[in-house]
């Protein structure tokens, strides 16, 4: 069988560059070597693309670009399709890619940016489209497609930077209607960076300051502090879903932050949930309908809470989790009876089959 020529991008421009090396570090040593012929592309932290040629443990400890690194780019043309390989004379060397695996997660990674320019090279990609992706990142565009869908979400209010406001007045009109504490969250950017939960005016005005700079993009969200504690699903598939296991996080921390989550601190989570099976299932229905009325292709973990009223809404969507064999995504698959090569293969399939 010829083997696929896969290409795994990795890095980026992103606050969660780092993230994302430990993650293809750990996806490379799981893919079936005997199926693909693997390509690196490495995103520098200034954007700068580069095909690597070297240790895989160079990519997990941040010191792939000390290699055998070439510059290229990622051709949008059909008639040079693949990555080129830029040299020094002004010439260059295409390569040819029959799919994508990025593992990009964050700000032009995850959010729909990169996505496109995938689609317009026309080579496969696993994961989200471009517009899936784009909704998926920005919570006030989930909140608001969640919500037509009925898909339960917390309540929220966005507050824009170009409308200048003044934060006391803001903490005024939050309190009001979303009561204390409060949840401050960049629109756009994941792993906790810039998520805050406040219940006095110096710490908001503080944490609205630290959410703007963590999004970039003039939009922060807040949120109703659901008491209760999270859950998560991870979900496959394009037109035939699959909703694998249901996990949950025990945080002694007031939110799962970036410690907890990579570094597990005052946290663990349990695979699978601790639930009671005919909330178990409910959870993931509920999954699927987020991933439905979000358009998502071919993969994505969703997060929910459980309330202290015993129901489950929606938290967040994340198209592009973790990649490391024990990240959540992977291990509630495992747990319903896909080992993650096997998972990376059905994610390549779906790609190819989109």
């Not at 979000?294 to 129901?311: I, P």
């Amino acid at each position: 069988m010829e083997k696929k020529k896969l290409a795994v991008i990795f890095g980026g421009k992103s606050s969660e560059y780092s993230v994302s090396l430990h993650s293809a570090a750990s996806l490379i040593r799981s893919l079936h070597k005997d199926k693909y012929e693997l390509i690196y592309i490495g995103i520098s932290k200034d954007g700068e693309w580069f095909a690597y040629d070297g240790d895989v443990d160079a990519i997990e400890h941040d010191t792939w670009m000390n290699g055998n690194v070439v510059p290229c780019v990622l051709s949008c043309s059909t008639a040079t399709k693949g990555i080129l390989k830029l040299q020094e004379n002004g010439s260059f060397e295409r390569m040819e890619v029959d799919c994508i695996f990025p593992v990009l997660h964050g700000k032009n990674g995850e959010d729909g940016t990169i996505q496109g320019l995938f689609e317009l090279s026309g080579i496969p990609y696993v994961g989200c489209d471009h517009m899936s992706s784009a909704i998926s990142m920005d919570k006030e565009m989930t909140h608001i497609v969640l919500e037509n869908a009925d898909v339960p979400c917390a309540p929220y209010m966005c507050v824009y930077a170009m409308d200048q406001r003044n934060y006391e007045e803001v903490f005024e009109e939050a309190k009001e209607k979303l009561g204390l504490p409060i949840f401050i969250k960049p629109a756009n950017a994941g792993s906790s960076y810039g998520i805050h939960r406040v219940d006095n005016v110096d710490d908001f005005v503080e944490g609205m300051k630290d959410a703007f700079y963590h999004d970039g993009r003039g939009k922060v969200i807040l949120e109703t502090t659901i008491e209760g504690f999270e859950i998560g699903c991870a979900v496959m598939g394009n037109n035939e879903l699959f909703a694998g296991s249901v996990d949950e996080i025990e945080t002694a921390a007031p939110f799962f932050n970036f410690e907890g989550k990579y570094q597990m601190v005052d946290s663990h989570i349990y695979c699978p949930a601790r639930i009671e099976k005919t909330k178990f299932e409910e959870a993931r229905k509920l999954a699927l309908r987020a991933y439905r009325a979000l358009n998502c292709k071919g993969m994505t973990r969703v997060d929910m809470f459980v309330t202290k009223q015993n129901t489950i809404i929606v938290n967040e969507v994340n198209t592009i989790p973790g990649f490391t064999a024990t990240s959540r995504y992977p291990s509630m698959m495992k747990e319903a009876g896909i080992d993650f090569s096997e998972l990376l293969d059905k994610l390549i399939d779906l790609a190819f089959t989109r």
